[in-house]
């Protein structure tokens, strides 16, 4: 899947978990760049991603993910 729709779509997810219909995110947004953004809202971000993409990220996946660009990235390469 290209990587370009797929960080479209991670937006989309990211406004609805944070609950932000004006969130931009981009392949460099971190954790501290959302409010909101703790731990356990990371949870239900993995969790929608997993669902929207119909795939499961491995632990190491999640805890080497830097940003949301190593997420997409993660996905890109499962589709």
Not at 46 to 53: A, H
């Amino acid at each position: 899947m290209d990587k370009s729709l797929v960080l479209q779509e991670i937006n989309k997810i990211c406004q609805r978990v944070f609950r932000n219909e004006s969130l931009t995110v981009t392949e460099d947004t971190t954790a501290k760049d959302v409010d909101g953004w703790d731990s356990i809202s990371n949870l239900f971000l993995i969790d929608e991603l997993e669902k929207n993409f119909n795939m499961k990220f491995e632990l190491d996946d999640i805890l080497n993910a830097q940003n949301i660009g190593d997420l997409a990235t993660v996905i890109s390469n499962k589709a």
